[in-house]
């Protein structure tokens, strides 16, 4: 089993910061990539960073320049860095990682999800 912890989500005013982690663990022989995705109320959810084993990252067209996704092997942690908020930023963030477990298979996880309020 794997879990996905996610922490630092919050309510920020719109121009503001905010640092989102997700720490994976459990039985986890390796990991091929991890991402944040989004889901605002009444809308689907939505990639917003994906960053690769290789460390090639990809970002939404509506937070390339504002968000940075990066990762720390060492402790199977990703970060994401918000910059810039804006109240359309407003969501659940969701981090997912694609897992290569200790008994070999390669599924997806997701973590309980944060909430991230920016208000106007």
């Known amino acids: 089993q794997v879990q996905l912890v996610e922490s630092g989500g919050g309510l920020v005013q719109a121009g503001g910061s905010l640092r989102l982690s997700c720490a994976a663990s459990?039985?986890?022989?390796?990991?091929?990539?991890m991402g944040w995705y989004r889901q605002a109320p009444g809308a689907q959810r939505e990639l917003v960073a994906f960053i690769a084993k290789s460390g090639s990252t990809n970002y939404a067209d509506s937070v390339k320049g504002r968000f940075t996704i990066s990762e720390d092997n060492a402790k199977n942690t990703v970060y994401l860095q918000m910059d810039s908020l804006k109240p359309e930023d407003t969501a659940v963030y969701y981090c997912n990682a694609n897992v290569r477990t200790v008994a070999g298979a390669s599924l997806h996880y997701w973590g309980q999800g944060t909430q991230v309020t920016v208000s106007s």
């Open positions: 459990g039985s986890i022989y390796s990991i091929n990539g």
